[in-house]
């Protein structure tokens, strides 16, 4: 089966653009989580979409958004990017219990 | 969310077996203890997960200890492709009414390296 798919694989903004990122998750799946990967932070959780609603969110800033749309599918918007903002962005989906699969990643760069 | 503690790196040669340790010593009755690693330049790939018996797949082998406060990865016989970051996450998989399925804290994770 096809796992789960994340687009853009790479991206380049500029400071003060806003970025939205695409989550296709495995068929069946109803849970999609986002992630944030720096070298320095190590990964970091982002926040988590159950059936269309945030489960569980971590310590970013308002500027870090997402939803979940009836299939499913997820997008992550982050605004006013900061050259912090920089990272490998991966999702994950799982049925809502047990593991999550996790996609390839979208890598962010910020100049 | 309790804390792990696993060593920065480990080496191994091919064909040989990994033991890849991780102590939880706060780890509550609730917490499932969780295995990933990441090969490079991909996501987070499952590897194995227990709460109390020790448990077998395709992949690996974790040993848990019996007062649960540390756990070992064992890879029966390393091969180049397991070079990989490997992280032990506890996830209380019973508590919080379900609600913290989809959230896993990683931390910095061993980084194993096989030699040929």
């Known amino acids: 089966k096809a796992g789960v798919t994340q687009t853009p694989r790479y991206l380049i903004k500029t400071r003060g653009q806003q970025v939205t990122l695409s989550c296709s998750p495995i068929?069946?799946?109803?849970?999609v989580s986002w992630y944030q990967q720096t070298p320095g932070q190590g990964l970091q959780f982002l926040f988590e979409?159950?059936?269309?609603?945030?489960?569980n969110k971590g310590n970013f800033p308002g500027r870090f958004s997402g939803r979940q749309f009836s299939n499913s599918r997820s997008e992550m918007n982050v605004s006013t990017l900061e050259l912090g903002d920089s990272a490998l962005y991966l999702c994950?989906?799982?049925?809502?219990?047990?593991?999550?699969?996790f996609g390839s990643g979208t890598r962010l760069t910020v100049v | 969310d309790a804390k792990t503690t696993q060593p920065n790196s480990m080496e191994s040669n091919e064909e040989e077996p990994v033991h890849l340790p991780c102590n939880h010593s706060?780890?509550?009755?609730?917490?499932?203890i969780h295995w990933y690693r990441q090969l490079p330049s991909q996501g987070p790939e499952y590897v194995i997960h227990?709460?109390?018996s020790n448990v077998n797949n395709r992949m690996a082998s974790l040993a848990i200890a019996e007062d649960r406060k540390s756990s070992t990865l064992i890879l029966h016989r390393a091969t180049l492709r397991d070079a990989a970051v490997y992280y032990c996450?506890?996830?209380?998989?019973?508590?919080?009414?379900?609600?913290?399925?989809?959230?896993?804290?990683f931390g910095q994770g061993t980084i194993l390296t096989v030699h040929p």
């Open positions: 996450i506890l996830r209380d998989d019973q508590g919080a009414g379900g609600t913290s399925y989809g959230k896993l804290t």
């Open positions: 068929s069946g799946h109803r849970s």
């Open positions: 994950a989906s799982s049925n809502g219990q047990g593991a999550g699969t």
């Open positions: 706060t780890i509550s009755g609730t917490d499932y």
């Open positions: 979409y159950f059936s269309e609603t945030q489960r």
């Open positions: 227990g709460l109390t």
